[in-house]
């Protein structure tokens, strides 16, 4: 919000209430810790990380003039490639993913390619075969999360957006918390719980793809419960308002509101 209202995503003093591309691009560390008020005391994991994800994301929607328009380039522009792609005025939710994927997919470092392309949060998982693509697990977190949220500015700007289970839950630390802290999970090695892992480890990888057909398998038992049909209760509504807050309030009895395993994260993948 406040890097928005001061001018800092905008290229054009004259117009400081917007995003573009030029803008995103000159977006340097220290200016992200001041605008996040980052010290000491009120650290920031992943800063220097999260200022490179907005200098990408300036790069990568100059590079699709198709999704974000051009003279500025801007990420407001995908509402109006929305619209294009919505006969009727209708979009489905897959499709509004598709586009963010094919948008965004170059702004996320160090990540499996496949035939030149940056595939983004998915990750390597050999237990599954031998095969290259057979032992991938997609799992695009903030992909979905941003499609997620762009669902309620399209549909106030006159879109509607539609089968919403298409997407996943979200795999990240205070969902799969929730399962860890919950005991519907368990470490084989406890003593994981107190080392390191990167976020391609087979541990990790494994917890987060458990995390995403759990939150699955607990949809339809509290749908019924609330006494509402499961197409009635989506996914996001249950992430929103449950299992996120849940895992949070389990981390902050448990321990220090810190996930149950110790993720190396860059800030671009949780």
Request: zero cysteines; charged letters at 25%.
């Amino acid at each position: 919000y406040h890097l928005f209202i001061g001018g800092h995503l905008s290229s054009d003093p004259g117009r400081p209430l917007r995003a573009d591309a030029a803008g995103l691009r000159s977006l340097d560390e220290a200016t992200l810790a001041r605008v996040f008020q980052v010290s000491d005391d009120n650290p920031l994991e992943g800063l220097a990380g999260r200022a490179r994800l907005l200098r990408s994301l300036g790069e990568a929607i100059s590079a699709h003039p198709d999704l974000f328009g051009r003279d500025p380039a801007r990420p407001g522009g995908l509402a109006d490639a929305a619209r294009a792609r919505a006969p009727g005025g209708v979009l489905a939710a897959h499709d509004l993913l598709a586009m963010v994927l094919e948008g965004l997919s170059s702004i996320w470092p160090g990540r499996v390619t496949h035939e030149g392309v940056n595939l983004g949060d998915v990750w390597v998982y050999s237990a599954l075969g031998p095969g290259e693509t057979e032992r991938l697990v997609p799992l695009h977190k903030l992909s979905q999360w941003l499609t997620y949220s762009l669902v309620e500015p399209l549909e106030d700007a006159g879109l509607r957006v539609e089968r919403l289970d298409e997407l996943t839950g979200l795999a990240e630390y205070r969902n799969g918390g929730l399962f860890l802290d919950g005991g519907v999970l368990e470490l084989r090695d406890p003593a994981a719980a107190s080392q390191p892992h990167e976020p391609g480890s087979p541990l990790i990888v494994e917890w987060r793809a458990l995390t995403v057909a759990l939150l699955d398998r607990l949809a339809e038992p509290l749908a019924h419960e609330r006494g509402q049909a499961v197409d009635a209760f989506p996914l996001g509504n249950m992430l929103e308002g449950g299992t996120w807050a849940a895992g949070r309030e389990l981390a902050s009895r448990l321990r220090d509101g810190t996930p149950p395993l110790t993720i190396v994260s860059d800030g671009t993948v949780f």
